[in-house]
T-cell receptor
Framework: GESVGLHLPTLSVQEGDNSIINCAYS??????FIWYKQESGKGPQFIID?????DKRQGQRVTVLLNKTVKHLSLQIAATQPGDSAVYFC????????????FGQGTTLQVKP | GAVVSQHPSWVICKSGTSVKIECRSL??????MFWYRQFPKQSLMLMAT?????????EQGVEKDKFLINHASLTLSTLTVTSAHPEDSSFYIC???????????FGQGTRLTVV
């Protein structure tokens, strides 16, 4: 869903551990859900997406889980590395609505060496 | 892969002046582009949808007369912040969807500071 005026929560993990970042979305009509990574001072970078008719999708070191019943999305990062430190945003897209992306609150991931 | 380029990367301007930010799709055509604003430690907030050859669609609460959007070609959208004030200082980011996929490519953002 949309966040207004909210500061980002922080997840701190040890290098090599797995990270799980969670997101709640608001629109049950959204048909795509996407995770983005944003490094300081840069634009968001696509990580992985999942269609609404799926509940799991895997990429390289990342897995996205979708639970439509509770409108919940998660991103799992395996063997977290220092380079994974960034802010992670989920976004939802309704293809029938010009395809615009609505971003969730975001989570800051800090990886401790 | 598809590339979206924003210019400038940062700009400082005086209160009351106008600033233009450009967003270009470098290797694909974009009939639609999106403009976002991001305040420090906050999420991206959609400001408007830029439509090639027609008027932009603004999100609720965004002043269309203050944030002028022009999408005159299939590879360029511009956002002009008119009569800028310090509260307009923010990170402005554009994006363009690619084909029918969910993926959208983002520009590198423009840091606007109004003094």
């Amino acid at each position: 869903g949309e966040s207004v005026g909210l500061h980002l929560p922080t997840l701190s993990v040890q290098e090599g551990d797995n990270s799980i970042i969670n997101c709640a979305y608001s629109n049950s009509a959204s048909d795509y859900f996407i995770w983005y990574k944003q490094e300081s001072g840069k634009g968001p970078q696509f990580i992985i997406d999942i269609r609404s008719n799926m509940d799991k999708r895997q990429g390289q070191r990342v897995t996205v889980l979708l639970n439509k019943t509770v409108k919940h999305l998660s991103l799992q990062i395996a063997a977290t590395q220092p380079g994974d430190s960034a802010v992670y945003f989920c976004a939802e897209k309704n293809s029938g609505n010009t395809g615009k992306l609505i971003f969730g609150q975001g989570t800051t991931l800090q990886v401790k060496p | 892969g598809a590339v979206v380029s924003q210019h400038p990367s940062w700009v400082i301007c005086k209160s009351g002046t106008s600033v233009k930010i450009e967003c270009r799709s470098l290797d694909f055509q974009a009939t639609t582009m999106f403009w976002y604003r991001q305040f420090p430690k906050q999420s991206l907030m959609l400001m408007a949808t830029s439509n090639e050859g027609s008027k932009a669609t603004y999100e609720q609460g965004v002043e269309k007369d203050k944030f002028l959007i022009n999408h005159a070609s299939l590879t360029l959208s511009t956002l002009t912040v008119t009569s800028a004030h310090p509260e307009d200082s923010s990170f402005y980011i554009c994006s363009a969807p690619v084909g029918s996929t969910a993926e959208a490519f983002f520009g590198q953002g423009t840091r606007l500071t109004v003094v």
